[in-house]
């Protein structure tokens, strides 16, 4: 779908939605000349009460007889299967429009869900840490939505109500000109109206939809962090807080709902001018001679044809301003630039040896002074780097900058001597596999997460990926073995059992580049240990990199860089570094009870 520009007015945000929606065009249309049929023929039956009328009371003399009916009986027969074939087509062309108004909602809010998250996935981690998940699940959903309410019913009510004003006010031009002036008088007050609404609705509305996302925000918070409520009892706190979040999307709407209130009780006074005015004048009409009485019949129903469904704007302007709110939401996420382009077209040669340079390589994070600063270093193929270093010295930084999850601010990353900003993220990020210390597991089966990385593994692959992460045992302790359910976000497994299937998904991988965040965090020391030992045999066919506090887990990688304040302070072996004397040969000391505790 093509991208639209956002515009702040509901009739700029309309216009951007059409842009948005040009593939659809010809169903549109057909959409609307289906609307436009049924409006007519639904018109129709007035018209046809008033021939009648005019049957009844003129006979011989009345229009039908011109048309060579002679009879009143052939008369009345001819306008009843005039009448059958009116409402034949009314109601088909009413099933033509529902369906395919109906329809077209669905294939475009289906898009528009599927671009809004496309556009998602394509950003840097730095606009995931400015927007909460529940506010994006409130545009991915609710908003989605309700631009679909509008579509299904609202789309055609407005067309219908303006089709409707047109083919009435033309008969009654053609019937009765001076009736049908005080007729329409009303309509410009309507009219007037409407577009006060929407100025006074348009602002109204999107605090709406900013309070909608505020609550998702909350529940979506709430809801992940429901242990931690519960440790700490702070039930009645978060229920008061969701209370006052849930009060002021309250206030909102109601904000809104006095706007859209006052507006129908003005349409129903201008409606009862407009039918007053024709009752009266054309009553007087007929009883002077100068009015036909089935004309004036047919005038009076035709008034109620003319006003009465402009009652029912202000419903479908609410619901259209609702929809505009959503629109400005969704299409403004379509819009958004990602930091991170993933214009590559460089291509890896195969097999990827899984070589690394970092030269001068400085990153900051928005509004912070964290981050690094000039890093350079270097990771030939197939061998372990290990990066070592304060809370917040910039190791797991580095790993995300190699794995373009930020852009970096100065200096180059290669992989196997390509910029990884010339290769295709796809490209470079099928050559990486990732265990964070922040394991996340999918709602799904242990096999299911395991073969995440390589959907078409077999299962003897993923038997043995788990056994190489030393999972396989406690695996065949479940419940339904490698079918077992692991909950949202793993909820059913301990700590160690998500860290050990995060490591298993990523060995299964196969990937080049092994990065080990904080891999073992969460195990034992004697799972530790036989993962160690399972790494060590998986290290000799990959480029790893590990990021560790404990140092004992990294004395034998080839090389270990040690950060501080974002700054390379120290690089060498394990004995090398310790011969320095220096930042690592105090933590060493640290760790094997030689000196007081430092943290890294």
């Not at 601010?409 to 990732?434: A, H, K």
């Not at 073969?451 to 993923?462: E, K, Q």
């Not at 419940?479 to 909820?491: A, F, L």
Request: charged share 20%.
């Amino acid at each position: 779908m093509k991208k639209a520009p956002v515009n702040a007015s509901s009739f700029g945000s309309l216009l951007a939605l059409l842009q948005y929606a040009k593939g659809y065009r010809t169903r549109i249309l057909l959409a609307a000349l289906c609307s436009f049929l049924n409006c007519f023929f639904d018109v129709m039956p007035e018209i046809l009460i008033g021939i009648a009328l005019d049957v009844v009371i003129n006979q011989d003399t009345s229009f039908v007889a011109s048309l060579g009916f002679e009879t009143p009986k052939s008369q009345i027969l001819a306008l009843a299967f005039v009448t059958l074939l009116v409402w034949v087509f009314e109601s088909t062309f009413q099933f033509l429009y529902l369906i395919l108004w109906r329809n077209l909602a669905q294939d475009l809010q289906a898009d528009l869900r599927q671009d809004a998250y496309e556009t998602l996935q394509r950003q840097d981690m730095g606009f995931f840490e400015s927007r909460s998940s529940g506010e994006l699940v409130s545009i991915l959903n609710d908003d989605v939505n309700q631009l679909e309410r509008f579509l299904d019913g609202g789309a055609n009510d407005f067309l219908q109500v303006f089709v409707t004003v047109g083919l009435v006010s033309a008969v009654f031009f053609y019937t009765a000109p001076d009736i049908a002036i005080l007729a329409i008088l009303p309509i410009p007050i309507i009219i007037w109206g409407a577009f006060l609404f929407m100025r006074k609705a348009t602002p109204r509305y999107a605090a709406v939809r900013e309070h909608v996302g505020s609550l998702a925000r909350r529940l979506s918070n709430n809801i992940g962090g429901i242990a931690t409520i519960k440790s700490f009892t702070a039930e009645p706190r978060e229920a008061a807080a969701l209370r006052q979040a849930s009060d002021g999307y309250v206030a909102a709407n109601r904000a809104a709902i006095r706007i859209s209130s006052a507006f129908v009780p003005l349409i129903r006074m201008a409606v009862l001018a407009g039918f007053l005015a024709t009752f009266v004048l054309g009553g007087l009409q007929v009883l002077e001679g100068t009015l036909n009485a089935g004309a004036y019949g047919m005038l009076v129903f035709l008034t109620q044809r003319l006003l009465w469904p402009l009652t029912s704007l202000a419903q479908t302007v609410d619901l259209y301003e609702r929809a505009m709110a959503s629109t400005r939401r969704i299409l403004a996420l379509i819009n958004t630039k990602t930091e991170v382009r993933d214009s590559g077209t460089q291509r890896l040669e195969k097999p990827v040896r899984g070589e690394v340079q970092f030269k001068q390589v400085s990153f900051e994070y928005q509004h912070s002074d964290a981050g690094v600063q000039q890093v350079t270093l270097g990771v030939p193929a197939g061998s372990t780097l290990a990066l070592v270093g304060a809370t917040g010295s910039g190791k797991s930084t580095l790993i995300k900058l190699l794995q373009r999850f930020y852009p970096v601010n100065e200096g180059v990353i290669f992989v196997d001597g390509t910029p990884i900003e010339q290769l295709p993220l796809s490209e470079l990020r099928e050559t990486m596999g990732l265990v964070s210390q922040d394991v996340f597991l999918f709602d799904g089966s242990v096999r299911d997460n395991i073969a995440y990385g390589n959907p078409s593994a077999s299962l003897d692959d993923v038997m043995q990926a788990a056994a190489a992460a030393e999972a396989a045992d406690f695996i065949q302790l479940l419940p339904e073995g490698y079918d077992t359910p692991v909950g949202e976000r793993g909820v059913k497994l301990s700590g160690g059992q998500r860290q050990r299937l995060s490591l298993a998904r990523a060995i299964l991988k196969r990937p080049a580049i092994l990065i080990l965040d904080e891999a073992t965090s969460a195990v034992d020391n004697e799972t530790e240990a036989a993962i160690q030992k399972s790494l060590a045999v998986l290290s000799r066919e990959r480029t790893v990199i590990v990021v560790a506090h404990r140092l004992s887990t990294i004395v034998q990688a080839d090389l270990i860089v040690v950060l501080d304040q974002g700054r390379v302070v120290e690089q060498g072996t394990h004995a090398q570094l310790l011969r320095m004397n220096g930042f690592y040969t105090r933590q060493w000391a640290v760790q094997t009870g030689g000196a007081s505790e430092v943290s890294i």
